[in-house]
């Protein structure tokens, strides 16, 4: 077998007899590659001793978003932490300020305690000596062109040898792990290197407390028992922890020495503990006996991390946990630490701990740690970030992301990585690995239908042709979690897989009859399996139809993970195509509209056919053109029904056109079509304020609406006119089409009889004149230079808002109103900070939101401060507390920015960009929820966006 070798390079022998400076047209990273690598090697550093893009934690300021990196860090040893770190080095391109380098490289270097800094933009080089306490020296500098005949004293100041010497004389610095396990420590440190990437996991108690795995080793002091499904980062911890054992001894010689244990190579050994131990770290250090570690695991202790007791043979455990027990008995300064599924974990009298899926923080890391860069998993599907709660879901998903750039677009893949990972091993003959799944399968199809207990689930597996070998070994594998009452499988979603793998395999005939029999509920990804499983046209409507009586983001996920992308128009005709194409359009848009918005229906359609007014349907007419490339054209009109035509669009129709190839469009991409022509059209329902309300939708709608057409077409305006009168002054302009959008963009259309139905409502219930309500407050000017003013205009906005935002939603958006983010935080209290501001008439406010018990508690508190309160801007602490108040709350997660600062809202009748838009403040800032709730609901869409131009 080959090792890694931890030596230079062999080919940086030749690296000062050819190194010279880089053309000048060259970037930063040509420099890390011609001049930084080969340099380190030269110097004496091995690729186990150098570390590219080390995060820092500086204390200063308070960056966002990219975090601070050092280029490259060089170190002592396999371990890198603070006590090993010897170089830091700041590359940047040439012709970039040195300087600049120096000082980035300065905070870094002393951050990290590295007591050298080696700067270079492939032209010239210094080298820093850090002084903790006094100015730093440059002490080399050189361009690179001559570096060759400066080697020696390079060599005396920066080589790996030299740094180590300058370090030892260094108070703070502590290089070398102790001596007597040198070689077998490092040689566990080099095998254990892929963990350094791993991230810290919540484990759970069997008192319910949450345990940290960074607090494993120090409040754990005889061991656990670590328990975890398949797939959840068992190995991994056990590697972490062995890494961390090593690390911890390293600085304190005197604790337990760390030792991996797999468990079924102890078995197959058939070694005591003691003797595998003792062949484990022999290997390294030939001269060690059994004696003297049997002394060193009485004297200061063994940590023994015991992975895999559950892949152990069942007939071999008994041996192996009284082995486990004898340790803790013998040894009583040893600690054991062993990892198992918990349907089989050894009955020992440690801690038990169960390893948790992982949470939204963790998956940010993981994946961040998984890819080495930053992780884009707010780009992620929903329903890709909800199955990736498992390490090994999230892993393939990784993977694949980074050989193809892109998410996956087919579940049933994922999902069968992960069947087989509890049915393929190469050790099983093949009857085995058959019968696995097809007793998964059976219990799954069962499971779909009633409940199962022990017995019930034992007597299908017999009676589908297995023996109870294949129960226990599903069992003992975490493909079933079995309890006294109870058998499922480890996750819904596979059971789902299974069962839409079983149906898609039936004849036609017997498939219909099975579709039209399965129940299934609002989460089942059973649908969605589906849809990418099956291709017979008729069979794949009576899932769509089925999907309009689950939930927006389910019929979403359909369209999302039906692998359109690999369904081209090259496989069919255009004939096909567009037929097909037309269909699943047209029924998207009728599903999407009818079933999800059914309030505002007329609207959407009215917007999709280009017209201010609500219409009762919509034609959609549509043709392929073949030449010279494959072009979909098509143009939704106004109808009294909805139906299809397949003919060219005339050109007095909108007309919006698609490349076929270029964006990769194929008979069963209408379904993607419909629903992104019904995201537009319901964003202009919502920019044009064309949604449903109430009497407080009436009152800041017609205001706005009022304000517009006072300074765009001085139409007079008077806050106290009667309604009655203005309901006569709108009535003699009827006639004008249309108002609002071409005076700018951020200004809504609206036509002057949808301004006589809010009037009429009003009139209707009760109300005799518009509530200007922000007039009492006094003008701008005047309000600013009243704290009490601004306090009862900013809690009077912040009602009004809030007010009008749910008035809107429980109208228009009630079908989704699970997925618009305040609605289901509600009810919040409000916590403003206004400052006064230094770029703007206006004050600062600062503002926040925690959710509350009841509306009693709802509200808004104003506090003013003479300068920016610091509170307000720490976000992570106010993150927690959210956290924790929603899961108190038992509310849904929120997607909204839930902290920041602007101006206080304007009550004038133009935006912040100074665009007339006449609206009120309160109308301003419940569109922008409304906005924000809008894009999300079709933010699982994939990111592939149709070339439309019209």
Known sequence: MMHKSNRPHSSTASFWDTVTSVPTT????????????????????????????????????????????????????????????????????????????????????????????????????????????????????????????????????????????????????????????????????????????????????????????????????????????????????????????????????????????????????????????????????????VSAIQDIARRQGLLLICDGYDRTEQAGRPFLEAQLRQIGRDYPKSRLFVFSRGSVAPHLPLPRLKLQSLDPAERRSMATAMAGVDFPLSLMPRLLVDLCEIPLVLGRVIAFWLANRRFPNRLDELFEYWVQQFTVDPSLPPTQIVLRRKILTVLARELGIRSLTPSEALDLTLANGAGHQIFDALVECGALVMSTTSVELVHEGLADHLRARTLAALPHDELYSALAAIDVDEESLMPVLLIALLEDPDSRAHIWKRLREMSLPRYIDAIRFSGIEDDLYSRYSHEVVEQRLAEEMADSIESLVDAFFPSI?????????????????????????????????????????????????SSDMTRHYISLAADQIGAHSGRYLGAIAVRNGLNEVVQHRRFRGGILLANERTIGRLRFLHEAYQFPTDPAEPLNMLLDR???????????????????????????????????????????????YGMLTDMTANSRNIERYLQEH?????????????????????????????????????????????????????????????????????????????????????????????????????????????????????????????MRAAVRFIEDDVKFLFRDLPARIPSLWC
């Open 601 to 649: 229906s007329s609207e959407i359609k009215g917007s999709l056919a280009n017209r201010p007014d609500p219409v009762p349907g919509i034609c959609l007419v549509t043709k392929i053109s073949l030449e010279p490339d494959a072009c979909l054209v098509y143009s939704l009109q106004p109808s009294s029904a909805n139906t299809i035509r397949i003919e060219r669009p």
């Open 730 to 776: 709108l009535q003699e302009i009827k006639h004008m089409r249309e108002a609002g959008g071409a005076f700018g963009s951020s200004a809504p259309s609206f036509t002057i009889m949808s301004m006589i139905e809010d009037v009429e409502l009003l009139l209707a219930s009760g109300f005799d004149r518009l509530d200007w309500w922000w007039l009492q």
């Open 26 to 289: 060259s970037n930063e990273a040509a420099v890390e590659l011609q001049i930084v690598m080969p340099l380190l090697f030269a110097l004496g550093f091995g690729i186990d001793d150098i570390a590219a893009k080390v995060p820092v934690a500086l204390k200063e300021g308070t960056k966002r978003g990219r975090p601070f990196e050092a280029d490259f860090v060089a170190y002592s040893a396999a371990l890198h932490d603070r006590d090993t770190s010897l170089l830091v080095v700041e590359a940047k391109a040439p012709g970039e300020s040195l300087d600049e380098a120096r000082k980035q490289g300065e905070s870094y270097a002393l951050a990290l305690r590295a007591p050298g800094l080696l700067v270079t933009d492939g032209v010239h080089l210094q080298v820093w000596q850090l002084q903790p306490t006094l100015e730093n020296t440059l002490v080399f500098e050189s361009p690179l062109s001559v570096i060759k005949d400066k080697r020696g004293e390079l060599e005396q100041l920066i080589g790996k040898q030299a740094l180590i010497a300058h370090s030892a004389s260094l108070l703070h610095k502590k290089l070398a792990p102790s001596p007597d396990f040198w070689a077998y420590e490092s040689a566990e440190m080099r095998r254990a290197q892929g963990s350094s990437t791993a991230i810290s996991r919540v484990l759970l108690a069997e008192s319910g407390e949450r345990v940290h795995s960074a607090n494993l080793l120090p409040n754990y002091p005889q061991g656990a028992v670590i328990t975890a499904p398949s797939g959840y980062g068992k190995s991994t911890l056990a590697t972490v922890l062995l890494r961390e054992g090593i690390e911890q001894r390293w600085h304190a010689s005197e604790l337990p020495l760390p030792v991996d244990v797999p468990l079924v190579d102890l078995h197959e050994s058939n070694d005591s503990l003691i003797d595998f131990v003792h062949a484990r770290i022999a290997a390294h250090l030939p001269q060690l006996t």
């Open 798 to 922: 912040y009602r009004r808002m809030t007010a009008l935002y749910f008035e809107i939603v429980i109208a228009s958006f009630e079908r989704v109103s699970k997925q618009f983010s305040l609605f289901q935080v509600a009810p919040v209290r409000w916590d403003l900070v206004v400052t006064p501001s230094s770029y703007s008439d206006l004050p600062t406010e600062y503002w926040r939101w925690l959710p509350v018990a009841n509306e009693t508690d709802a509200g808004t508190d104003v506090t003013f401060y003479d300068s920016e309160p610091l509170e307000h801007i720490r976000e992570e602490e106010h993150d927690s507390l959210l956290e924790l108040e929603l899961r108190r709350l038992g509310r849904s997660a929120n997607h909204y920015s839930i902290s920041g600062s602007r101006s206080i809202p304007d009550p004038g009748s133009r935006d912040w960009r100074g665009q007339l838009t006449g609206e009120t403040s309160a």
